[in-house]
């Protein structure tokens, strides 16, 4: 079986598209197309054929590309059944547990809402990669616009289930902010301090931070750790559920 060529494409400010493609069949998908002739473009630079989109969410910058994506190409659009109404173009409606296929690649549907209500993620455990939108970010997580802590939690806490060596491919280059906050709430933290001066290579660098890998999230991101007895005391939190620490970081960060 030929690799899962992932293709990373930077678009408005800081959103990330990707391109996926599988050599041997030809399949190429777009995961989360926010503009179309960028994706256009590098399409015709390797020669490809769109012949999928993956929605996580119905949010403009992630779905903006559909329609027009759908128009020139003739390209299937999938995305969650339960958002289905908000979707731009979906033809295939898919839940918690369904799988995509791609060529010999095949992903598994995650409902991790909490950003959105009706967020999914795909995880091609065979390519260890994750596409998860704005629910997972490097060193941090989508604002809680339509979820509860309680849901987004449990969404956060299936995604830090899955192997340590999955590459996080999330949606924005948002992880030299998030990690200034990160070390406000979690200074004393030896890997996140490293992981910052690496960071901060990176952008001065003027390359992206994404992926990440999902062991080095589960030491650093402190969403992914409200679970963690040290943090929530540093908190103020100490014997609290984890949701309730969560809640109480995500409110932090929206401030911060």
């Known amino acids: 079986m030929t690799a899962l060529e992932i293709i990373q494409i930077p678009v408005l400010s800081d959103n990330y598209v990707y391109l996926l493609h599988d050599a041997a069949s030809g399949m190429t998908a777009a995961v989360d197309p926010t503009l179309a002739d960028p994706v256009q473009a590098v399409l015709a630079e390797r020669g490809w054929t769109l012949t999928h989109i993956l929605n996580t969410h119905h949010h403009a910058d992630h779905t903006g590309g559909n329609l027009a994506l759908k128009q020139a190409t003739g390209c299937t ?137 999902l062991g080095e999230e589960k030491a650093t991101n402190p969403f992914l750790r409200a679970d963690d007895a040290a943090l929530a005391s540093r908190l103020g939190l100490a014997g609290r559920p984890p949701a309730d620490v969560f809640a109480e970081i995500r409110r932090r960060k929206d401030s911060f």
């Open 77 to 213: 659009i999938i995305g969650n059944r339960a958002d289905a109404a908000r979707l731009p173009g979906l033809d295939v409606a898919v839940s918690e547990g369904d799988t995509v296929t791609l060529g010999a690649h095949s992903a598994r549907v995650l409902e991790v809402s909490g950003h959105t209500v009706g967020h999914i993620a795909y995880w091609f455990e065979d390519a260890a990669a994750l596409f998860c939108g704005d629910t997972l970010f490097a060193l941090g997580c989508g604002r809680m616009f339509e979820g509860t802590p309680a849901q987004f939690w449990s969404s956060l806490s299936k995604l830090r289930a899955l192997p340590d060596e999955t590459r996080v491919f999330c949606a924005h280059e948002y992880t030299l902010s998030n990690w200034r906050f990160a070390d406000s709430v979690d200074p004393d933290n030896a890997t996140l301090q490293a992981r910052g001066q690496a960071i901060r290579t990176l952008r001065d660098q003027g390359k992206a931070t994404v992926p990440s890998m």
